[in-house]
């Protein structure tokens, strides 16, 4: 039985000239580590809707887009550098990058400290108190965690869909035992998420030197993170605008229902992106283009749509029923703004396909345009629909973003000459 699967998996395989042994087996262990996220994720949402109040559950995400737009002085473009350094076979440049990453994450607690104080005196006193604690772990918060891009280039997926796993699980039932405790401590929840994190990505780092297998090193990583880092800074602001304006100008109680909202679709979103982490590696060994890709996967494009076709119906059909069963009323506006969303998930699919085959191939020209141009425009648009229209305008902005950030990285590929 099982030699006739991989009889039949090796036949399909050479009718799309597709390494499908390879794809079947590494998705096996992304979407094991991505499900068991998405659980305990889920776990934490519904419990923080359920236990705690809509003002801590807005201050919470506004703590966390702070420390989101404040994660951009750990150089994150490493990780994507490191993924393609060590796929190539150049496993010197990752001890180099934590080093890097952990030397610039230290100006991220004079930051914090300062953004702390001033919501300590002039606005909201324990926001202030988690964002000054928070700078105790911030150097150990993202640095470390390299060890999941480092194994990625080593097609390691089942070591990082374990150690992510652990993480994810570990993390949450933290922030759970916390909020069944006391739901309305902030600051014991804030404390509670960024010691698991740190302290799991540091003991993963220190696990994960053992598979390193040589010194040799790509003169151009460390600059290529840079590179990724720079463009991806407004891109930083623009990811986090939403919830620190609608914190801002509405609320932290306007946060928590715009938060229920994006939460699932974002999921979809990202269980898409994931799709495509085992390919990374192997584009950026081989020698393909987008022409070439194109023709290996024309016949898998009706089946492929007409699934997101399906799915779509069904995302549209129960979608306030979830959000009613898992949120309860109090939440119930938020099913409204995650079935506009729907537009968001469809428009993420070739987004997300085309940015992993820009960064995987080095496609500066596609890379400048998703990660540069768009992030100002992302910016502009968000600010402005939020301003304007609250909640419902960062809703429909975040639909016209992902349009645009498709089309912008698909004119970027197609229109650049052929480069590695």
Same mark, same amino acid.
């Not at 473009?77 to 150049?90: D, F, K, P």
């Not at 014991?188 to 799991?200: D, E, K, P």
């Given at each position: 039985m099982f030699q006739l699967a991989k009889t039949k998996v090796n036949e399909y395989g050479k009718?799309?000239?597709l390494d499908l042994a390879y794809i079947i087996k590494n998705e096996f262990?992304?979407?094991?580590r991505l499900g068991i996220s998405l659980i305990v994720g889920l776990a934490v949402s519904v419990t923080f809707a359920r236990l705690a109040p809509k003002e801590v559950f807005g201050q919470y995400n506004f703590i966390l887009?702070?420390?989101?737009? %404040?994660? +951009?002085?750990?150089?994150?473009?490493?990780? &994507?550098?490191?993924?393609? =350094? %060590?796929?190539?076979?150049? /496993?010197? &440049?990752?001890k180099q990058a934590?080093?890097? =990453?952990?030397?610039? =994450?230290?100006?991220?607690?004079?930051?914090?400290?300062?953004?702390?104080?001033?919501?300590?005196?002039? #606005? !909201?006193?324990?926001?202030?108190?988690?964002?000054?604690?928070?700078?105790i772990f911030l150097p150990f918060l993202w640095a470390p965690n390299i060890w999941d891009a480092f194994l990625v280039g080593k097609k390691r997926f089942d070591l990082t869909a374990r150690y992510g796993s652990i993480q994810s699980i570990t993390n949450s039932a933290a922030i759970i035992m916390i909020l069944f405790l006391n739901a309305s401590h902030?600051?014991?929840?804030?404390?509670?998420?960024?010691?698991? &994190?740190?302290?799991? =990505?540091?003991?993963?780092?220190?696990?994960?030197?053992?598979?390193?297998? #040589?010194?040799?090193?790509?003169?151009?990583?460390?600059?290529? $993170?840079?590179?990724? !880092? !720079?463009?991806?800074? %407004?891109? !930083?602001?623009?990811?986090?605008? /939403?919830?620190?304006?609608?914190?801002?100008?509405?609320g932290a109680p306007e946060l928590a229902i715009y938060a229920i909202a994006i939460m699932i679709p974002t999921r979809i979103k990202d269980l898409l992106k994931t799709f495509w982490a085992p390919f990374t590696p192997k584009?950026?060994? /081989?020698?393909?283009?987008?022409?070439?890709?194109?023709?290996r996967i024309k016949k898998l494009v009706l089946p492929l749509t007409l699934m997101a076709l399906g799915g779509s119906l069904l995302y549209w059909l129960f979608i306030d029923d979830i959000m009613l069963l898992l949120f309860g009323t109090k939440y119930m506006e938020a099913g409204i703004y995650?079935?506009?969303?729907l537009l968001m998930i469809l428009a993420s699919i070739p987004s997300v396909f085309f940015g992993a085959f820009a960064i995987a191939?080095?496609? +500066?020209?596609? +890379?400048?345009?998703?990660?540069?141009?768009?992030?100002?425009?992302?910016?502009?648009?968000?600010?402005?629909?939020?301003?304007?229209?609250?909640?419902?305008?960062? *809703?429909? $902005?975040? &639909?016209?973003?992902?349009? *645009?950030?498709?089309?912008?990285?698909?004119? $970027?590929?197609? $229109?650049?000459?052929p480069r590695e």
């Open positions: 009718r799309y000239q262990w992304v979407y094991l887009a702070i420390l989101g737009i %404040v994660a +951009i002085v750990s150089i994150p473009g490493l990780t &994507n550098a490191i993924i393609r =350094s %060590v796929a190539r076979g150049y /496993d010197g &440049n990752y934590v080093k890097t =990453s952990f030397l610039w =994450s230290l100006l991220g607690i004079p930051a914090l400290l300062g953004v702390g104080a001033y919501y300590y005196y002039y #606005n !909201t006193q324990i926001i202030g108190i988690c964002l000054m604690m928070s700078s902030l600051l014991l929840i804030i404390i509670a998420y960024l010691a698991t &994190n740190s302290f799991l =990505s540091c003991l993963f780092y220190r696990r994960s030197l053992k598979y390193i297998e #040589n010194q040799a090193k790509d003169d151009g990583c460390i600059r290529y $993170g840079y590179f990724i !880092t !720079t463009t991806g800074i %407004v891109g !930083t602001l623009a990811s986090h605008i /939403d919830k620190i304006m609608i914190g801002i100008l509405l584009l950026s060994q /081989d020698e393909i283009t987008m022409g070439q890709v194109q023709q995650s079935k506009i969303l191939k080095k496609k +500066i020209k596609s +890379i400048v345009l998703g990660l540069y141009i768009f992030p100002f425009l992302k910016l502009l648009i968000m600010s402005g629909f939020i301003y304007q229209w609250g909640i419902l305008g960062a *809703v429909w $902005g975040l &639909n016209l973003s992902m349009v *645009v950030q498709s089309l912008l990285i698909w004119a $970027g590929i197609v $229109g650049a000459e």
